[in-house]
């Protein structure tokens, strides 16, 4: 048994790990938002679209590791870190709840961060909007409709820019 239960504390050390970078990583993201540094922004998503499949990899990881764990004390592969944790050598049983509840800990902030983002960079393209419509009136948004497609060109076209600026 202490084989399958190395590896999956590992593999909860690991999946940590990638949690941590993932915040990171949203913080990171975050201010880029807030100090307008556009370029940043761009590199953000990048490595936070790449930090999310590494994450994928490591919880799947995990995953196996917990299953492989549950069938060597013949529990069923599909038991919870609850019906594990009680079973494991009692030494071994607070570091793996601690592993556990920090992983939990970390997907909840996560969570919060990503959705934070999304408030701010979907705020930041509404008042985008708002300047474009101030500027060319009667433009048609430049986000998809409610039946999922863009919309028709705008009216304005790049000789009357041109003409509105010349």
């Known amino acids: 048994m202490n084989e399958p239960l190395t590896e999956l504390i590992e593999a909860l050390r690991q999946e940590l790990q990638h949690y941590g ?46 299953r492989q764990l549950a069938a060597r004390l013949g529990l069923p592969e599909s038991a919870s870190f609850a019906e594990l944790i009680p079973q494991l050598p009692a030494d071994y049983q607070p570091l793996v709840q601690a592993l556990v509840q920090e992983n939990n800990d970390l997907l ?10 999304h408030l701010l960079l979907h705020r930041a393209v509404e008042l985008m909007q708002r300047l474009l419509t101030a500027l060319f009136p009667g433009s048609a948004p430049l986000t998809y409709g409610g039946n999922g497609n863009l919309p028709a060109a705008p009216p304005w076209s790049a000789s009357t820019l041109f003409n509105a600026v010349g």
Do not use: F, K, P
């Open 21 to 66: 970078e993932m915040l990171a990583l949203l913080d990171q993201q975050q201010d880029s938002v807030l100090n307008r540094r556009t370029d940043d922004l761009l590199q953000t998503v990048g490595a936070i679209q790449t930090q999310a499949r590494l994450l994928q990899q490591a919880r799947d990881h995990r995953d196996a590791c917990r």
């Open 108 to 117: 909840v902030r996560v969570q919060q961060r990503a959705r934070q983002n």
